[in-house]
């Protein structure tokens, strides 16, 4: 995408440090789409995440050093309690839902309710899509999913996070269009948002595509 690039430098000082989360069901792949976006790695045999993990990536975007904290928030609902108090701070958020799943779409509005009772009323979210490459099993067209996100006045994408498909467009989109109102302060009076202190994670300063190919997604 143009105007967006990885940062190469191993120390960067950041113009924005930003706080995105990501929702929806378990099972609709946050996990891996998180993995593919900052490792370029895919695991097909994932387990569902206990708890909140998260990792960080940096990037430049309009000119400016973007240094995101993406936390992946647990799905199972015996976790919803815990992860509910990890929205505080967040900036932007990914709501996922799964295309050959259609209750994960269903659940759509209960994430967004949750979010919105947890979160900044300003926040930026994008609705993704995700297992688009399997087409023979859809069972949400991507007409229903752009007519929720209007709905909903979300921004909207679908991904594969095994073949790739999208997965930089839609975490680049979602962080160029938080920027830009953080440039306009349109969210925040302060040029840096910080998104707390986490207990463990992955940092990721510079990464090199190697996409991998196969069929069916997570």
Request: charge should be negative; charged fraction near 25%; aromatic fraction near 6%.
């Given at each position: 995408m143009t105007g967006v690039q990885t940062c190469a430098l191993p120390i960067c000082d950041p113009d924005f440090l930003l706080k995105i989360v990501l929702i929806g069901d378990s099972g609709v792949g946050k996990t891996n789409l998180l993995s593919r976006f900052t490792r370029d790695q895919?695991?097909?045999?994932?387990?569902?995440t206990i708890g909140?993990?998260?990792a960080t990536k940096t990037l430049e975007i309009e000119g400016k050093t973007v240094k995101a904290q993406i936390w992946d928030t647990a799905g199972q609902e015996r976790y919803r309690a815990i992860t509910s108090a990890y929205y505080r701070g967040a900036i932007g958020a990914l709501l996922l839902y799964d295309v050959t799943a259609a209750l994960t779409f269903n659940s759509l509005s209960r994430w967004l309710q949750e979010l919105r009772e947890n979160a900044d009323s300003n926040i930026v979210v994008m609705l993704v899509g995700n297992k688009c490459d399997l087409q023979e099993l859809r069972a949400?067209?991507?007409?229903?999913?752009?007519?929720?996100?209007?709905?909903e006045n979300l921004l909207f994408i679908e991904t594969s996070a095994r073949d790739s498909t999208n997965v930089q467009e839609s975490f680049t989109t979602l962080i160029t269009e938080v920027?830009?109102?953080?440039?306009?302060?349109d969210l925040k009076d302060n040029k840096t948002v910080a998104p707390g202190q986490p207990e463990k994670g992955v940092s990721i300063t510079h990464q090199e595509n190697h996409n991998e190919s196969g069929k069916g997604c997570c």
């Amino acid at each position: 995408m143009t105007g967006v690039q990885t940062c190469a430098l191993p120390i960067c000082d950041p113009d924005f440090l930003l706080k995105i989360v990501l929702i929806g069901d378990s099972g609709v792949g946050k996990t891996n789409l998180l993995s593919r976006f900052t490792r370029d790695q895919f695991n097909p045999d994932s387990k569902s995440t206990i708890g909140v993990e998260f990792a960080t990536k940096t990037l430049e975007i309009e000119g400016k050093t973007v240094k995101a904290q993406i936390w992946d928030t647990a799905g199972q609902e015996r976790y919803r309690a815990i992860t509910s108090a990890y929205y505080r701070g967040a900036i932007g958020a990914l709501l996922l839902y799964d295309v050959t799943a259609a209750l994960t779409f269903n659940s759509l509005s209960r994430w967004l309710q949750e979010l919105r009772e947890n979160a900044d009323s300003n926040i930026v979210v994008m609705l993704v899509g995700n297992k688009c490459d399997l087409q023979e099993l859809r069972a949400v067209s991507t007409e229903e999913g752009v007519e929720f996100s209007k709905s909903e006045n979300l921004l909207f994408i679908e991904t594969s996070a095994r073949d790739s498909t999208n997965v930089q467009e839609s975490f680049t989109t979602l962080i160029t269009e938080v920027v830009r109102r953080l440039s306009k302060n349109d969210l925040k009076d302060n040029k840096t948002v910080a998104p707390g202190q986490p207990e463990k994670g992955v940092s990721i300063t510079h990464q090199e595509n190697h996409n991998e190919s196969g069929k069916g997604c997570c």
